[in-house]
């Protein structure tokens, strides 16, 4: 697959979080302004969805509880619950910890679990044109859960942030990286990573992309270590290695893409979601909101599943 092949003309408003669960041979996704859970199984090409109560930003598998999701939603993180065999309807939602927001009109949006299990996810205030740093990134883990009545998130500190965003670590996890996708920012950068304690440091660029093809959003690593990150407004997907040296860029039939993932059998597909943005001619994009599916010949890494303080 030399070229993007279309997935499912999802024709999502905002095609985020993608993951693949190895064990269903599915790929699931979310649409944020929405709030609707989306899954697609590739043995039977079929898509079902169910409906969050709020808008669904990011989400990680809780670890062995099929049908079951951490996730960032408006006002905190939630456990989500579906039925396997079930044809849609509505998420049961039990909400794990609230968050505070530094103002009215955030929600969460970029997030996942580190390689030890815990929760990382960003927030933004949902007008990006006010180009307010008031976004956090935030954990939910082990620590977390067992302070107070477990319901507390660990503000990491890791401001300014506008629009945090492609968050993902290396093989070991020793390296975290976060990229903050504004237009008056574009960044992406590397932490050290404790993955005793799940405290970044070391902040460092590790890549500029204001001379680059395309706003950064969401990322995925593969086993080489190599950084996978979708080039909004460029239709394009960049590979960086290790030390951030831009490796190649994959083109999809779309302007937005949002957010991939490596899945399929061996791990060597890359899921690419992305956006339809309800105010532009779509003429030239008329799959905007699709997913897709590259092979880029390379493997990813098994998404880790959020793991609780018993666990």
Not at 78 to 107: F, I, T
Not at 230 to 238: E, I, Q, R, T
Not at 274 to 299: C, E, K, M, N, Y
Request: some cysteine.
């Amino acid at each position: 697959m030399s070229s993007a092949e279309l997935v499912l003309d999802a024709r999502c408003a905002t095609g985020e979080s993608p993951v693949w669960r190895a064990a269903e041979q599915a790929l699931y996704w979310a649409d944020i302004p929405r709030g609707t859970l989306h899954r697609w199984q590739a043995a039977r090409p079929q898509k079902t969805q169910w409906q969050a109560p709020q808008m669904l930003a990011c989400m990680a598998a809780w670890e062995g509880g099929p049908g079951h999701w951490i996730a960032g939603l408006e006002d905190g993180l939630y456990r989500l619950s579906h039925g396997l065999d079930s044809e849609g309807g509505a998420l049961d939602a039990q909400r794990l910890a609230p968050v505070q927001h530094a103002m009215p009109g955030m929600r969460f949006n970029d997030g996942r679990c580190d390689r030890q299990g815990r929760f990382l996810a960003g927030t933004m205030l949902l007008d990006m044109g006010a180009a307010q740093a008031v976004g956090k990134v935030y954990r939910f883990g082990p620590q977390e859960q067992a302070s107070g009545a477990g319901s507390d998130l660990k503000d990491l500190e890791l401001g300014p942030l506008i629009v945090p965003n492609g968050m993902a670590f290396s093989p070991d996890g020793r390296t975290m990286y976060l990229s903050d996708s504004h237009p008056q920012v574009q960044a992406v950068w590397a932490f050290d990573y404790d993955v005793d304690s799940g405290v970044p440091s070391n902040r460092r660029l590790f890549v500029d992309m204001q001379p680059l093809p395309g706003r950064p959003d969401g990322a995925a690593v593969d086993s080489d270590g190599c950084y996978w990150i979708c080039g909004n407004d460029a239709g394009l997907v960049h590979r960086f290695t290790p030390d951030g040296r831009l490796d190649r860029s994959l083109a999809l039939p779309v302007k937005k893409p949002a957010m991939c993932a490596f899945g399929g059998p061996d791990l060597d597909v890359l899921y690419v979601t992305s956006i339809r943005p309800d105010h532009l001619d779509l003429s030239d994009q008329p799959l905007a909101g699709g997913v897709f599916a590259l092979r880029p010949g390379v493997q990813g890494l098994p998404e880790p599943a959020f793991r609780t303080a018993g666990g």
